[in-house]
């Protein structure tokens, strides 16, 4: 689990099954558009539960504006773009063994 998921309302799964770790690995999904409807759905509804979630997907959302404003719109490199996705998975693996 992420550092943060102890201030979920509850230590486990919500009512959906979405845990703190799974927001975090789908953060990024969301902030996109390129989640599901039903997943969005879920990710939103445990970020209004649960404040450290809340809390790290602002500070994503902000990363997010910063480099879309420093890039200037333009997108990364496919090769970039799927590198970076591989290392957050990592991370996310990594958080979630201890």
Do not use: N
Request: net charge negative; charged share 35%.
């Amino acid at each position: 689990m992420t550092e943060h998921s102890h201030e979920c309302g509850a230590p486990g799964p919500d009512e959906h099954g979405v845990d703190c770790a799974e927001v975090m690995a789908e953060v990024w999904t969301l902030l996109d558009g390129e989640c599901t409807e039903d997943t969005r759905e879920k990710l939103r509804e445990h970020l209004q539960k649960c404040p450290g979630c809340l809390r790290q997907y602002g500070v994503e959302e902000q990363i997010k504006k910063l480099i879309a404003r420093k890039c200037s719109g333009e997108k990364a490199p496919r090769q970039l773009y799927e590198r970076v996705r591989l290392e957050i998975s990592r991370t996310t693996i990594i958080r979630r063994g201890g």
